[in-house]
């Protein structure tokens, strides 16, 4: 499997239930960040949770992240039908030279039903 | 909606065109990416450019050409694609050093036929 494989692939919820998706990875990181991205669209930066963190919270987001076990999760709180999107995960580590470079999986598409 | 816009927002060529995809960023960002975005499939890196030195190219076919003029603007010229490279193309900028968060513009949706 891929560095920051998301599980599920596919999620549909209610409104205002919570939504968990969950990233798995490989190798040893600098962080881990989330991204959001509607359909067709550019992705947008949700959430960095450092490699000496475990969890972090944002607004209606919570993301954990465990290294012993090479996992993250994402919590969305009271979904709402706008939290309709593909979630990625992205693991980070700087390269030798310069640059950041970021690995994404494959992602989660989530669907909030009204 | 971002400080990172792309033009155009949509294209359409023949397999023996040649065409241009531009990417500006108004973030004062150091490092431009190329990204490639196919249906059912992870985004895949194609170039890194830091400090307008291009540091990284993935394997990339030699008919993307990327070209990085500046700190604020990225090109990918594009020569002689084939179906295959039909994909959503995105452009992200960084600050080295800065937390590595990147900021994506809205992509080219590009279509070989």
């Known amino acids: 499997s891929q560095q920051g494989e998301e599980d599920p692939q596919a999620l549909s919820i209610q409104e205002g239930e919570n939504a968990t998706m969950n990233c798995s990875y490989k190798?040893?990181?600098?962080?881990l960040q989330w991204y959001r991205q509607n359909s067709g669209r550019g992705l947008v930066h949700l959430i960095l949770i450092r490699s000496n963190e475990r969890e972090k919270h944002s607004g209606r987001l919570r993301v954990t992240l465990d290294t012993s076990k090479k996992s993250s999760s994402l919590l969305i709180t009271a979904s709402r039908a706008a939290d309709t999107a593909s979630y990625f995960c992205a693991t980070a580590g700087v390269s030798e030279t310069s640059g950041s470079r970021l690995t994404f999986g494959e992602g989660t598409q989530l669907t909030v039903n009204p | 909606e971002t400080g990172v816009t792309q033009t155009p927002r949509h294209l359409v060529m023949g397999m023996t065109n040649k065409k241009s995809l531009k990417c500006e960023q108004h973030?004062?960002?150091?490092?431009m990416y190329w990204y490639k975005q196919s249906a059912k499939k992870p985004l895949e890196l194609m170039f890194v450019?830091?400090?307008?030195?291009?540091?990284e190219n993935n394997s990339v076919p030699s008919r993307f050409s990327p070209e990085c003029p500046n700190s604020s603007h990225l090109f990918l010229h594009l020569h002689t694609l084939q179906p295959e490279d039909s994909a959503l193309y995105l452009c992200?900028?960084?600050?080295?050093?800065?937390?590595?968060?990147?900021?994506f513009g809205p992509g080219t949706r590009l279509l070989v036929l």
């Open positions: 450019y830091s400090l307008e030195e291009r540091v």
């Open positions: 973030l004062g960002h150091n490092a």
């Open positions: 992200a900028s960084s600050q080295i050093g800065m937390g590595e968060t990147q900021y």
């Open positions: 190798t040893s990181i600098n962080n």
